[in-house]
């Protein structure tokens, strides 16, 4: 029978018959609870936003139903500089559409409109004609707190791919220049094989300049669609601080430049991509705090689809999976 110890906690002598067997199912019950209650805590810690270009995502009648109440542009590092230019008319278009919405935005910058790296034209702005076009942007845009400091900085469709001092260099004039704003301090891929060591030694060298950085970004979608972790891994090691997946989720399809489809066109296998995601990736470590899930709509012309509404307008099984989650996290 159970006797009570010196603090007053029952236990049960090893002896007793029958007991070890009830012992063993107790631990197995309350193990499983411990996983179960873990996930929950994930879905929960993690909030979850959208990154899309499209204005017409705020007012489809699918977008309110996921409950997001995060949202990511990307627009070029000089685009306050062109208040006439075609992206500043888009992005002003989008940012209205988003405070409609009750959306919290964060806008990533990235390469000129026009440049085409890692071919002509490809600028690598100064930090001096970097800090000119981003006090620029904060006098235009005051209302906007939460920066990401260069899309996808180490791939070689960006200038500063081959560049992470000069990158950084861009992250301490943001830093200076947007007292108590939330900065995503390099926003990095990680996309095919062998790419988490290069990611991981762009990141050191980076770091080494931007000292005191503590939010990251990293668009993991190897982790997410090839079913590993190690993308996520390897920024984890590389950093300290909070990591956001600024771009990810489930590619229905994929044909590369050179006309070879890296992911033939499958709505189950994104949706498997998406499980992935929330189940084995996320839960990986409490610093993980954010998702930006790319993208809203897909285009029948566009090589790379991870849409999670097809252009016919139909939500695909993804979108289920997101719901299922982003709702949760709410």
């Known amino acids: ?5 010196f603090r007053g906690v029952h236990y049960v002598p090893a002896a007793m018959p029958g007991i070890t067997r009830l012992r063993g199912a107790l631990a ?19 909030r979850i936003g959208i990154s899309d270009q499209n204005v017409s995502m705020f007012s489809n009648p699918l977008f309110a139903p996921l409950e997001i109440r995060y949202a990511r542009y990307v627009t070029p ?67 906007i707190r939460t920066i990401s400091v260069w899309n996808e900085a180490n791939h070689s469709t960006q200038p500063t791919y081959r ?3 000069v990158a950084a260099q861009y992250y301490l004039v943001v830093r200076r220049h947007c007292r108590g704003c939330t900065i ?19 990141l050191t060298t980076f770091a080494s300049v931007a000292r005191g950085a503590r939010l990251w970004g990293i668009h993991n979608w190897a982790d997410a669609n090839r079913f590993t ?8 090691r590389a950093v300290k601080g909070d990591v956001w997946l600024t771009e990810t989720g489930g590619i229905v399809e994929f044909t590369t430049q050179a006309g070879a489809r890296s992911f033939k066109p499958s709505d189950a296998r994104a949706a498997k991509a998406m499980r992935w995601l929330f189940q084995r990736v996320i839960p990986l470590s409490k610093r993980i705090k954010r998702i930006y899930v790319y993208n809203w709509l897909s285009h029948p012309t566009n090589r790379w689809d991870s849409g999670l509404i097809g252009h016919d307008g139909r939500p ?13 996290s709410r």
């Open 1 to 5: 029978m159970p006797v009570r110890n």
């Open 28 to 46: 197995i019950a309350a193990a499983a609870l411990a996983l179960v209650t873990a996930a929950s805590t994930a879905d929960a810690a993690v």
């Open 77 to 143: 590092w000089d685009v306050a500089l062109k208040p006439d230019s075609l992206e500043a008319a888009a992005l002003d278009q989008w940012l209205a559409a988003a405070r409609a919405a009750g959306v919290h935005v964060m806008v990533a910058f990235q390469h000129s409109a026009g440049d085409n790296c890692p071919r002509e034209p490809c600028t690598l702005p100064d930090p001096a004609e970097f800090r000119r076009a981003f006090l620029a942007f904060r006098a235009k845009y005051p209302q």
């Open 163 to 165: 560049d992470p001092v």
């Open 184 to 202: 995503v301090a390099a926003d990095v891929l990680d996309n095919y094989a062998d790419h988490s060591q290069k990611m991981a030694k762009w």
């Open 229 to 236: 972790t190690d993308g996520i891994t390897a920024m984890l």
């Open 316 to 328: 695909r099984q993804m979108y289920d999976v997101l719901k299922r989650y982003s709702t949760r």
